[in-house]
């Protein structure tokens, strides 16, 4: 049987004593299946089994249910009477939606962040990318996407809004849905360069020098996406057209719960 991608590698489980029901128990819900997604373990369309949620996140059934209708308003997942929950697919319009709504709040939050920015926030920034680029020269790369997304969040915290921090959040969780890559898909996009320019910008007080660069940064980004999507659809067909089963979830533990 194929490992639960709702467990880490470092096989950590909830702690001894952790709350069964409430909201904490249902934030470790939204938890294990954020990191899931970010850490591409999970494909867009995958049933999720409420066996696997509840070992993961030591949640009873009324808290995985909670959590799921969470992450549904959040659009990271589907229910449906018919199919129960399973991780939402984004198509290209919904995709093009999620970058034209970062953009409108991220340049928002860039343009207020140059022109109130202390030395220890830009300390925080240049301190931030240069980690993110050791990650990418190590070779870390699910270190180096969480720290390339944790960036634009960065910004926005320093900004002071943690209302547009909260949003820009969500849209950042959905990003994954939009290009199917696996954990071991080398990434030919690396954004470290156009961050330290939109840091440089910042410093220089140039809060429209810096929403420019952001945008060039998330449109070559959303390109990037798109292709990864279209190389997916062209390798699924593919595989169907020579009769492989292909599919994100199957067998019988694929067939419960959530209905």
């Known amino acids: 049987m194929a490992p639960s991608p709702f467990h880490p590698a470092n096989g950590v489980r909830p702690p001894a004593g952790a709350a069964m029901s409430g909201p904490e128990a249902e934030q470790r819900v939204v938890q294990v ?7 591409h373990r999970i494909a867009p369309g995958t049933r999720l089994i409420e066996r696997e949620l509840g070992i993961a996140s ?3 059934r009324s808290a995985i249910r909670n959590g799921l209708v969470h ?21 290209p319009d919904e995709a093009r939606q999620i970058f ?16 109130m920015v202390t030395q220890d926030g830009l300390a925080r920034l240049r301190a931030f990318v240069g980690d993110e680029r050791k990650a990418y020269e190590d070779g870390r790369m699910e270190d180096a996407r969480h720290l390339s997304r ?11 809004n943690d209302v547009l921090t909260s949003v820009i959040r969500d849209l950042i969780n959905r990003q994954p849905l939009l290009s199917w890559s696996r954990p071991d898909t080398k990434r030919r996009f690396c954004g470290n360069h156009a961050h330290a320019e939109i840091v440089a910008a910042i410093a ?12 060039e940064h998330l449109r070559a980004l959303e390109r990037e996406l798109g292709a990864d999507r279209k ?13 492989s089963e292909t599919g994100p979830a199957g067998g019988e533990d694929a067939r419960q719960d959530f209905d």
């Open 33 to 39: 299946i954020v990191e899931a997604i970010l850490g």
């Open 58 to 60: 030591g949640a009873s």
């Open 71 to 91: 992450l549904a308003h959040a659009g990271l997942v589907e229910l449906s009477p018919n199919k129960g929950a399973t991780i939402a697919m984004c198509s």
């Open 100 to 115: 034209d709504a970062r953009i409108v709040i991220e340049n928002s939050t860039v343009r207020t962040l140059a022109g």
């Open 150 to 160: 944790r960036f634009h969040l960065l910004m926005a915290e320093l900004a002071g």
């Open 204 to 215: 220089a007080g140039d809060g429209e020098d810096a929403a420019r660069l952001n945008t």
């Open 231 to 243: 190389a997916a659809m062209r390798g699924l067909e593919e595989a169907q057209e020579a009769g």
